[in-house]
């Protein structure tokens, strides 16, 4: 098993700044490529401190300002238009920074696009919802339209 400490959030594992263990080979092969992580060392808690403060600089500023911003993201209903077939099937898929720009397009406020998760692949024309993390203890579920362009 390998300490590391994680840079970035990793669905199912941790926040930017936390330590973690995980196996030699997830570690090696996927979070360090990719910049999710660094391997843990004594001298590393500087490095956890400075993450740490970057990600509450980030995060919305207040427990109130997040439940304030995830009771209008849950009443409302965000159109997405995208290019679309006849059938209704998309020219490519919706990704959650489809959904983040336009729920700031709406005017509900600005969602950071990683925050976002969708539960699955949307590749035609409906109604779909999505969850968005904006605070450490609220989540938010937004509803939100795919029309064809």
Known sequence: MAKII????V????AAGDVVEVKNGYARNYLFPRGF?????RGGQKQIESIKAARSAREVASLE???ALAQKLTSATVTIPVKAGAEGRLFGTVKAEDVAHAVEAAGL???DKRKVELNQHIKTTGVYQASVRLHE?????????????
Not at 6 to 9: H, I, K
Not at 140 to 146: D, M, S, Y
């Open 6 to 9: 994680l840079t970035t959030e």
């Open 11 to 14: 669905t199912g594992l941790g």
């Open 37 to 41: 992580a660094t391997p843990w060392s």
């Open 65 to 67: 300002d997040a439940q």
């Open 109 to 111: 406020g600005s969602v």
């Open 137 to 149: 203890d609220v989540n938010a579920n937004v509803e939100f339209e795919v029309v064809p362009a």
